[in-house]
């Protein structure tokens, strides 16, 4: 139901709540202002649990295809030039993860993790064209027979500040499973054979673990 990222927060939250409530009650006449507060609280105690959900889902591998690694929407499809692992072009593609979506990172591809680092680095808005390298971030590659390698770039933004990598170098993984966690909104880049058809466009909506992003 919420991803274990989020147990110490929203038990944090929970505490702080109570103790605003209380205080409020014991030391605030108006009632209408009580209200506010109670109001105020219980909104933010709701977002902080949306924002924690990790709902289930029925994940169907298939070596052929790269899933979304995460929710969110389509904000960038071009040709790059790769310089951390492959050090040639591919194709990217970038989901931008808003507040509101599960932002709970999943493996693409079935196979093996040949490459994790993480990257510290600035906060600038994920949308940002030097976002993917100038801000925190891991890169993670894996590689099966089918596909070959796979890069994703978990990258911080202006309100994300910690991210969470569970890849690690040499671990078998499975299409879909939990690879990380970016905590209070960012985007994840995608980096794919140049000449992969894709079956996404931009602006479209996916879902990690879920919906395809291609077939190789």
Known sequence: MFHKEGYKIILITLFLAI?????????IDSVWIKRLILIAIIVFFVLILQFFRNPKRTFYSDDKQVVSPVDGKVVVIEEVFEKEYFKDKRLQVSVFM??????????PINGVVKYSKYHP???LVAWHPKASEDNERTTVVVENDTIGAVLYRQIAGALAKRIVNYAQEGQTVVQGSDSGFIKFGSRVD???PIGT???VTLNQKVKGGLTTIAKL
């Open 19 to 27: 103790g605003i409530a209380l205080a409020s009650e014991f030391l």
């Open 98 to 107: 808003s507040p509101i979506n599960v932002h709970v990172t999943r493996h």
């Open 121 to 123: 680095g600035k906060y």
């Open 190 to 192: 995608l980096y794919l």
């Open 197 to 199: 058809k894709l079956d």
